[in-house]
C-alpha cells in the first residue's frame, strides 16, 4: 500500500485543531514512521494514583480519540496510537506492533536464541525488539544526533536543484 508523505509538524497541527482542550496540559508529543502516528500527551495532575487516572482517561476519551484516529487514518494511511502520560507515569493505549521481516546470520540468531534460553524472550521475534528496545535506549543521544544529522540533508537536498 502506497501512504502519502506525512509530516509529523503537519500531524501535529491538524491534530491541535481536534483535540479537546481539556485532555492535555501541553501539546501532545506527535511521532511518525513509515506506519503509524502517536501522539501521547500530558494530563492534568489530580489526587490519586497515576495509573487509576490513566486508566480513566482512556475509558473517557475513547470513542473521541476512535473518531479523530479515523480522520487521521483516511488522511495519512496510517496507524493512530494514543498514550497518556502523568508525572513519570506513562501509558500507550494502542500501538501498533508490525512485522519486520530480516535475514540472520548463524551468529545473531544465536543472541536471539540465548535471549529465548534465559527467559528473556518467549520468541525470536520477542527477542529482536527486545535488542532494538535496548539499542534504542543505550543509544537515545547518538540516534537523535543521527535523525538530526538526515534531517539538514532533507534540507540541503530541498534547496538543490529542481
Do not use: Y
Amino acid at each position: 500500500m502506497s501512504r502519502p508523505p506525512c509530516d509529523q509538524t503537519e500531524v501535529a497541527t491538524w491534530l491541535s485543531q481536534r483535540l479537546p482542550n481539556e485532555w492535555f496540559v501541553e501539546p501532545p508529543s506527535v511521532r511518525v514512521d513509515k506506519d503509524e502516528i502517536l501522539v501521547v500527551g500530558t494530563l492534568v495532575e489530580a489526587d490519586g494514583q497515576a495509573e487509576t487516572q490513566l486508566v480513566s482517561f482512556r475509558e473517557q476519551t475513547r470513542q473521541q480519540r476512535i473518531e479523530i484516529a479515523e480522520g487521521a487514518q483516511m488522511m495519512w494511511k496510517r496507524s493512530v496510537s494514543w498514550g497518556a502520560r502523568l508525572g513519570d507515569v506513562e501509558a500507550r493505549f494502542t500501538t501498533a506492533s508490525v512485522p519486520v521481516m530480516t535475514r540472520l546470520r548463524f551468529d545473531e540468531r544465536h543472541v536471539l536464541d540465548t535471549l529465548i534460553d534465559a527467559g528473556v524472550a518467549r520468541s525470536r521475534s520477542e527477542a529482536l525488539a527486545w535488542c532494538v528496545h535496548q539499542v534504542g535506549k543505550n543509544q537515545e543521544e547518538w540516534i537523535g544526533r543521527l535523525k538530526d544529522a538526515m534531517s539538514e540533508v532533507e534540507r540541503i537536498r530541498g534547496e538543490g536543484p529542481k
